[in-house]
C-alpha cells in the first residue's frame, strides 16, 4: 500500500506563494511519477503538474511560469511551489502517485486565494 500526505495549503492573498509538500510512504519502489491535481468547487479534478522518475516535468497551461513541481528522492517527497496566485487557483489540491499502472491518491490540502 502507499500513503500520501500533503501538507502546506491555507489561505493567501492573490499574488502571494504558497509551497504544498507531499510524503509518500509504505510501498514507494519503482515510482513512476508524482503529481499534483485540483479541484475547485463544482469542477472536474484536473492535472496541475506532474514529475517522473527521470525528472520530467508537465504543467498546465494555467500555472506555467508561475508554478513549479520538484521532488526529493531520498525523502520520497514531491513539491509544488506556488507564485503569484490567483483567485482562480482556489482548489483542493492532490498529490498523486503513479507506480506498477495504479494510482494513488492523498486525502487534499485546501488552498483558498483571497482578494
Known amino acids: 500500500q502507499v500513503q500520501l500526505v500533503e501538507s502546506g495549503g491555507g489561505l493567501v492573498q492573490a499574488g502571494g506563494s504558497l509551497r504544498l509538500s507531499c510524503a509518500a510512504s509504505g510501498s514507494i519502489f519503482s515510482i513512476n511519477a508524482m503529481g499534483w491535481y485540483r479541484q475547485a468547487p463544482g469542477k472536474q479534478r484536473v492535472l496541475v503538474a506532474a514529475?517522473?522518475?527521470?525528472?520530467?516535468?508537465n504543467y498546465a497551461d494555467s500555472v506555467k511560469g508561475r508554478f513549479s513541481i520538484s521532488r526529493d528522492g531520498a525523502k520520497n517527497t514531491v513539491y509544488l511551489q506556488m507564485n503569484s496566485l490567483k483567485l482562480e487557483d482556489t482548489a483542493v489540491y492532490y498529490c498523486n502517485l503513479l507506480r506498477g499502472g495504479i494510482y494513488y491518491w492523498g486525502k487534499g490540502t485546501l488552498v483558498t486565494v483571497s482578494s
Open positions: 514529475i517522473t522518475s527521470g525528472d520530467s516535468t
